[in-house]
């Protein structure tokens, strides 16, 4: 379906004996036949299915060995008639692939747009970034703006027509109609502020949304999809932007929400370690144990081994060569290894031999406990309707191997709720057996109690391994005898057969057998890091980023995986809150569970408000600090009037671990970060993440081992987590800066473009008469200022990549919005403003004052100073956009200059065009304009004069109070040999604030804001520059 892995499939159980052929469809199907379904109605969830067959005895024969028994559990429904229950393995949906099968008779249930997979089509939740929901607040006061300017204009518009104009008596307003009638100046102001609301629409950019979506559709399909670095060859997985719309969100997160099984690890599990009947089994170091040590300076003598086969690295020289006959509980470890050769859903391919086979499983755990016990001796070989099929020594006696067959009775299917799987299997001994493996903390729960034998030593042991890195799992059996198997099979059936609520009436069935378990022992799987997880949380962390890591795992692995990925260092100080003592006597019945809420509660909270006060005197000796809660504190923790405080000690934490928590809480703990107004993002592999990966602001899935469902979820998807560091330290910082510059400089140059029709419509009595050309008002937003800024938002760079990596405190500006806070939007209005003026009063008063323009005495008309004023705007524009470029290439430049030179030719062109068409600009610019000196004289004086306080600003910007990333500018300068390294101290880009120069690593040392640290190797400078030298 999709999924990397492979989903078991069944026939309806009991209906084997049916038939094939059309006289058996017709005995089915055909007339006088009362043969239906009853099923749930159309839904979305895939993985779920109710319903039941109804079947006439007549059509269905009883050919099968159990079959009799089914037909008394599930009773006579009609006279006549059998109802079978339907369930998901039943069921093959639209659009996937059948495997090892060559026909199938089915039913259609649902079709078109009733089917699933139809029904999964709907849209992922919409998400919008930071940036683009400021940018809706700068539209709505820029709208505010043009109704105040349009009240303005239609004022002063009513005013002079009834006051001013009677006066001019060559205007003759007495004798016009109700636009300019000095009777009715109210009328007159309502039509003037209409025509002035239509006149300054220029305010709001509408081509900001095109361009933007032009920009971000380039980063993510050019940059992001095309990046080799994110590209996995193993897997030959490239990256994939699954939306556009977050990618400036990339730059601005504060805290990362990950899985650990298959994000931190890869999810490709070797059988390492056992416990079996109270004796440990295994060798070796775990990878986890070794990382540990490396980062703690400890050697480690033993070297890495290589598995013996996929998903098995155990060595034991007690449980190899079927030696375990002679132990003294052989018994008890035949038995564990019956659980992991029949307690699955495994799917057998190939060649049943033990060489050639292959196992499709829906986890790798489950294919690693198959490959166990075939290496143990109990090999599994195939799988039909209604049983399995396994080579096994035979026992007590000697070595020889014989087939066996299990007939399996019931699946208790394992789910993030139950923790457990269970199978009901009648063994070769002709005993009805249960089989059941799941998490220690369900296990321990439904032991007999008196006859444990192993329980203490096991629990030891499973401790001993978590603190390894290992997941570690409870094997248990039971045996039932026929009454009581029967009697449960009809309570089961029915719950089979409900049609409501069917999930928790199976689950109520399953209570009921499964109890009374005896342990026989626990595995240990091994899951090792990806490759650069540790560097990639610790380049995170720097960057000012805190990690929150959420597993189901046991608390000591949790916390040695943490440390082994840097989450937790030796300089750290690490905060537990956990109820363990509680859980155990509530366990042990010593409390009953209304004590252990209330006792459990006032425990958690104490232990957070003492967390609180801890990492305050923490944080004041600049020491970090970790948190680690489990599972069962954190659902205390999450509680309404609790979870602000947890929130208050998470946030003041840079790494938090939780450890057993259910997929339910992962989205849960990703709301309450997110609805703190923090920026989140979730990364994570399985179905289990899809809630978490849907809260955050940011979702990532990994196309790991778990199938792709949480990719299907993400808003961005990749192979490996190492990737992250890439994606948020580079492209997200680059987005980010790109991104606002884009944003503000578009309403920084449409303001100061409507602004002067403003103030010409108001030199002008406010008559709504217009000072440029219709054609080149219209073409204002899409050829003589477009273009610059959309080469900036694709391209610019304010500092290499290496940089960003070298130096990932710089993220801290995107996690601050220093480059689109209010100051910057601002600052960038009142600039739009003073070019408006500047430009304006230099052109009306100062260029074109009202003495003679050209040689010959003439004056410039009305669209020869328009003209004059539209030259100065425009390339004042395109001159501020070079001001604030960092990474020139050939394209900037050709947008920029292009722009400007397309400006004239574009004037030259309608000089000289049909009046029909060029209407005021006919016979303007060539004949009249260009030969006059004082044209050309004004612009260059409009450009200086405008751009002179923006330039003044960012030179004492950089000298006085420099940025974090003009320091790295220096810094790269350095490295690339533009000036000796000596010669840097003495660089006015060097001096701080307070008047001392020195270089820029001192600079960015000393301020906190970056930590500079020398490379041990050769710098490697850029490919497209040649250095002068290299600095060790």
């Not at 600039?831 to 323009?853: C, S």
């Amino acid at each position: 379906d999709g999924e990397t892995n492979l989903k078991i499939k069944r026939g309806v159980e009991g209906m084997h004996g049916v038939g094939t052929g059309p006289d058996k469809m017709a005995a089915l199907c055909g007339d006088g036949q009362d043969t239906y379904v009853e099923c749930e109605h159309p839904n979305n969830s895939l993985y779920t299915f109710t319903g039941n067959l109804d079947v006439p005895a007549a059509a269905r024969e009883v050919s099968s060995h159990g079959s009799t028994r089914d037909l008394a559990a599930a009773g006579e429904t009609r006279s006549g008639s059998e109802k079978i229950s339907l369930v998901p393995s039943n069921i093959l949906l639209r659009g996937s692939s059948l495997r090892n099968t060559e026909w199938v008779i089915g039913l259609a249930i649902y079709t078109g747009h009733d089917s699933k997979i139809m029904m999964n089509s709907s849209a992922a939740p919409s998400k919008r970034s930071t940036i683009e929901k400021g940018m809706d607040k700068i539209v709505l006061s820029m709208l505010g703006l043009l109704c105040v300017m349009g009240t303005v204009t239609g004022i002063i518009c009513g005013t002079w027509i009834k006051n001013v104009s009677p006066k001019h008596w060559y205007m003759d307003t007495s004798d016009t109609d109700m636009v300019f009638d000095p009777k009715n100046a109210p009328k007159v102001g309502v039509v003037a502020f209409l025509t002035s609301y239509v006149l300054y629409g220029y305010l709001i950019p509408i081509s900001l949304y095109v361009s933007l979506e032009f920009v971000k559709v380039c980063q993510a399909m050019v940059f992001l999809n095309s990046d080799r670095q994110m590209y996995h060859e193993e897997t030959d997985t490239p990256f994939r932007a699954r939306t556009s719309n977050l990618n400036e969100e990339l730059g601005m997160v504060h805290t990362v929400l990950s899985d650990k099984t298959g994000t931190l690890t890869c999810n490709s599990m070797e059988y390492f370690k056992c416990s079996i009947a109270g004796v440990s089994y295994g060798e070796g170091v775990t990878e986890i144990e070794r990382s540990i040590a490396k980062r703690q300076g400890r050697p480690i003598l033993s070297k890495p081994t290589k598995p013996i086969e996929p998903g098995f690295n155990f060595k034991d020289v007690r449980l190899e060569d079927d030696k375990w006959r002679s132990l003294p509980d052989a018994e008890h470890v035949r038995d564990f290894f019956r659980v992991l050769g029949v307690c699955h859903t495994v799917i057998p391919e190939g060649e049943a031999t033990r060489e050639t086979i292959c196992y499709q499983a829906e986890s790798p755990d489950e294919s690693a406990f198959v490959v166990a016990a075939k290496r143990f001796g109990f090999f599994f070989k195939g799988r039909t309707t209604s049983g399995m099929e396994l080579e096994e020594p035979s026992f007590p006696g000697g070595g020889d191997i014989s087939t066996v067959q299990y007939e399996l009775l019931n699946v208790l299917e394992f789910n993030s709720t139950r923790k457990r799987m269970s199978v009901i299997v009648r063994t070769p001994e002709d005993k009805i057996m249960l089989y059941c493996k799941g998490a220690d903390s369900v296990i321990y729960d439904r032991l007999s109690h008196g006859n444990q034998k192993y329980t203490d030593v096991t629990q030891q042991h499973m401790d001993d391994y978590a603190k390894c890195g290992l997941r570690t799992l409870c094997l248990s059996v039971r045996e039932v005898s026929q009454a009581e198997y029967d009697a449960w099979n009809v309570t089961y059936t029915e719950a089979a057969q409900s049609l409501e609520k069917r999930d928790e009436k199976l689950q109520a069935a399953a209570e009921i057998i499964e109890k009374d378990l005896f342990l026989v022992g626990a595995t240990a799987i091994e899951d090792k890091l990806q490759d650069g997880v540790p560097g990639t949380i610790e380049q995170m962390m720097r960057g000012g980023i805190a990690v929150w890591v959420l597993t189901g795992d046991k608390q000591d692995t949790a916390i040695n995986i943490a440390q082994a990925c840097a989450l937790i260092r030796d300089d750290m100080d690490v905060h537990v809150v956990n109820i363990e003592e509680l859980v155990k006597q509530e366990h042990d019945r010593e409390i009953t569970r209304a004590q252990f809420n209330e006792q459990g509660k006032a425990q958690v909270a104490a232990l957070i408000e003492a967390g609180i006060a801890k990492e305050a005197v923490t944080s004041k000796k600049g020491v970090e600090t970790c948190l680690v809660i489990d599972g069962r504190s954190l659902s205390f923790a999450l509680e309404e009037d609790l979870a602000p405080r947890f929130l208050q000690l998470g946030s003041g934490c840079t790494s938090v671990v939780c450890c057993r928590v259910s997929p339910l809480q992962k989205a849960l703990v990703t709301k309450l970060v997110k609805d703190s107004g923090k920026i989140t993002l979730a990364i994570g592999d399985g179905a289990n993440d899809v809630g978490m990966i849907q809260s955050a602001h940011i979702g990532v899935g990994i196309s790991g081992q778990e199938g792709m469902q949480a990719v299907m979820a993400s808003d961005f998807a990749f192979a490996q987590f190492r990737f992250l560091e890439r994606l948020l330290l580079v492209h997200g910082r680059y987005n980010y800066k790109r991104i606002s510059k884009m944003v503000t400089y578009f309403f920084y140059k449409n303001l100061a473009f409507g602004l002067t029709l403003f103030m010409y419509n108001l030199h002008a009595a406010a008559s709504g008469q217009v000072v440029y050309n219709d054609w080149l008002m219209s073409a204002f937003n899409i050829f003589f200022v477009a273009f610059p800024v959309i080469a900036l938002g694709i391209l610019d760079q304010d500092v290499s990549q290496r940089s960003c990596l070298q130096f990932p405190q710089l993220y801290r500006q995107g996690q601050q919005n220093v480059c689109f806070e209010r100051r910057v939007q601002a600052g960038w209005a009142l600039n739009g403003v003073y070019i408006a003026i500047v430009t304006f009063f230099i052109v009306f008063y100062a260029v074109h004052g009202g003495e003679a323009d050209h040689p010959k005495g003439h004056v410039f008309g009305l669209w020869e100073v328009g003209t004059s004023l539209y030259t100065g705007i425009v390339i004042t524009i395109n001159l501020q956009m070079a001001q604030m470029i960092n990474f020139w290439t050939w394209i900037q430049h050709v947008c920029i200059w292009g722009s400007i030179v397309f400006w004239y030719i574009a004037n030259c062109i309608l000089s000289d065009t049909d009046p029909y068409l060029s209407t005021y600009s006919y016979k303007i610019f060539i004949p009249t304009i260009a030969p006059t000196p004082k044209f050309w004289m004004a612009t260059p004086l409009i450009v200086v004069i405008g751009l002179l306080p923006d330039l003044f600003y960012r030179t004492m910007r950089r000298l006085f109070r420099p940025e974090p990333h003009q320091l790295v500018q220096e810094f790269e300068r350095t490295v690339r040999g533009a000036t000796p390294r000596s010669s840097v101290t003495n660089t006015p880009m060097d001096t701080p604030r307070y008047g001392v120069r020195r270089g820029s690593s001192a600079v960015l040392a000393e301020e906190g804001r970056i930590e500079v640290d020398e490379p041990e190797e050769t710098i490697e400078p850029e490919e497209t520059i040649e250095p002068e030298e290299t600095i060790e």
